[in-house]
């Protein structure tokens, strides 16, 4: 496991309940921006503390609030983070989120995505369901257009997809047994892609923690609890705006007639509710205002 650091805890409060976010910078995006913004609107919604896991790279000399462990970035191969254009693949360093359970400072603890918007309290009722981890089994698509159904299931013999997102543990046994076959997963990805027959040049949290559940609930795809809603998500060709306190504006092109390339442009507003929003050059414009 990479050495951990301890880089800043003065602001630290009670250590019962926390968010965990990962956030390694690279050429195309400021994560760690992203996670510190996401940091100051936990503690505006949901009143509790977020340790951000960067190094020093990422940070730049840039001072926070939060609290911030100093780990190790590790790569996940590189992508496309824009699907519009080919000039904006990278490398993705968020493939330790098997670190999560020991980085943690927190009984039990969230981890959040950098580009989860916080935007209500919901969060706070995955405290109360009552299990060692629990993660979302769907997401929703708020533009309406439904273009996240593929996500339900991936490989080659549709094993069902749990969304790393937003991803609850306690320390117990349990949730210590799970990091640990995650941590295997990680290390052996290349072996479960083969099986389940999926790409493995690219690494997916996802994959990896549905894999994990799986092998911890004894490979009894029913037996694994999720958490009871879906998560909103908008695509990378999303654009959000406007953004108040509890109110997101999006914008989008809907593809009405492919032959004749006819878009149809919507806007519609979330409010009140938390947003996965892929497209990070979106939010960057968002928090630079």
């Excluded at 698509?141 to 790393?164: I, S």
Aim: one cysteine or more; hydrophobic letters at 35%.
């Amino acid at each position: 496991m990479p050495g951990l650091q301890n880089i800043k805890n003065s602001t630290m409060k009670d250590n019962s309940q926390g968010i965990l976010i990962f956030a390694f910078n690279n050429d195309k995006i400021d994560y760690f921006k992203h996670a510190c913004w996401v940091a100051d609107r936990v503690e505006q919604y949901l009143g509790l503390p977020t340790t951000i896991v960067t190094n020093e790279k990422s940070i730049n000399d840039r001072q926070v609030k939060h609290n911030l462990v100093k780990s190790v970035p590790e790569s996940g191969g590189r992508r496309n983070f824009d699907h519009k254009t080919d000039t904006k693949v990278d490398d993705w360093f968020n493939a330790a989120r098997y670190t999560a359970y020991n980085l943690s400072p927190y009984n039990e603890t969230i981890v959040i995505d950098s580009d989860y918007i916080v935007n209500s309290d919901q969060l706070l009722k995955v405290f109360d369901l009552g299990h060692d981890i629990v993660c979302h089994r769907n997401a929703y698509d708020v533009t309406g257009l439904d273009r996240f159904r593929h996500y339900n299931y991936f490989g080659t013999y549709n094993f069902p997809h749990y969304w790393a997102t937003v991803l609850y543990f306690k320390k117990s046994k349990f949730a210590e047994n799970f990091f640990d076959v995650l941590t295997m997963v990680r290390k052996n990805y290349q072996h479960y892609a083969n099986i389940h027959k999926f790409n493995h040049f690219m690494f997916r949290n996802d994959y990896a923690v549905s894999i994990a559940l799986s092998i911890v609930y004894g490979h009894d795809l029913d037996a694994i609890p999720s958490i009871p809603w879906s998560i909103p998500t908008c695509y990378d060709d999303v654009n959000i705006s406007n953004l108040t306190d509890n109110k997101i504006e999006l914008s989008y092109d809907e593809r009405v007639d492919n032959e004749r390339n006819i878009l149809k442009y919507h806007r519609t507003y979330l409010t009140d509710t938390d947003l996965h929003c892929i497209n990070k050059f979106t939010l960057e414009e968002t928090i630079n205002g």
